[in-house]
């Protein structure tokens, strides 16, 4: 008997149109079926509605499409009892025993009439069905239609999101645009200090926001605005700007950005721009935001990029002159950066750090 994968409402199929970089795209969280076993492909699996009832139907099928007389269209059969037809999952690229990401997908049963029983997206080019919809087989098997490049992938769904609540600092007064606040390690300890605008390997200037080894030192003042909303509460889950308060006087600018570079493994939090980084560093397009971390009073910095549908936390690595903020697919580890802000007294000062 073959298992039964019920992906619907657990899992979500994507599609992208084009590769994510190797830092976005790598996934730790198996792919479990509805014993609980990670998928493997080695075995066979039915997918299924979870929880499956009613009209929106239950297991998947082939049938004819539009004017096709072959099955080369993935449907969802509208009897709540039916198995589906069964599938087989590939990690592209890998010899992986367990499926993560980029996945193949196959049906167990070809068509005698299809080159091929492997998952496809379709692209309509009559009147007949103009959207995009999931296909089996090649361009010869879809005349008229375009088959689109690109990979699909089996993410977590998640059927609640906490709504956005205030953030507050180390005293529990919510945070405010209006404040300056230091970003220092939880709990402290010989692991923290705050964080500041830092200098590592060839980055000369402070474009790199680090942690210093001193636990003692507080770090740089920052300022935290939630884009595109008038309120002056900083609410967790929300897009932010962040910016230290004091700028280096060799940067373009102190706003909080996410670098990626040729010649170093993983995106790091930097600030400045393009004309401070060098042709080898990019500033990857995303948003920043606060969300809760595993403690009561715990904060953690995620970062969204605009070209995923999810988002990265913050981890530590240790490097010569600090600990260098780096994106990671990870939800708990001892290195991510748990946050405490501590409002800072205003005071007259320079707007240059040196």
Known sequence: M???LSLTLSFLFVFYTMFLPLAFSRVHEEVLDSNGVPISPCVEYYISMLNHHGPTGCGVELDTDGNST????????Y???FPSKALKFSTEGTSSGGIFTNTEITFDYHPYCASSSKWVVVAGGDDSFPARWV???DAADHPGKKILSGSFMIQKYARFVD?????????GVPLSAAEEYYVTQLNSGPTASGLQPGVERDVKCPLIVMQDYNPAILGEKVKITMRGVNSKTIMTGTPLDIAFVNKPSCASSSKWVVVNEK???????GIGGTTDLGADKKIVDGVFKIEKYLFVEGYKFVFCPSSSTKCFDFARREEKNGKRLILVNETTSPFIFEAEFVKAVKQKSSSFLF
């Open 2 to 4: 073959k298992s039964t």
């Open 70 to 77: 072959c099955q080369v269209a993935v449907l969802q059969n």
């Open 79 to 81: 009897h709540e009892n």
């Open 135 to 137: 296909g089996i087989g």
């Open 163 to 171: 709504p956005p609540v205030p953030v507050v600092d180390s005293k």
């Open 263 to 269: 010649q170093y493994s993983g995106e790091w939090l």
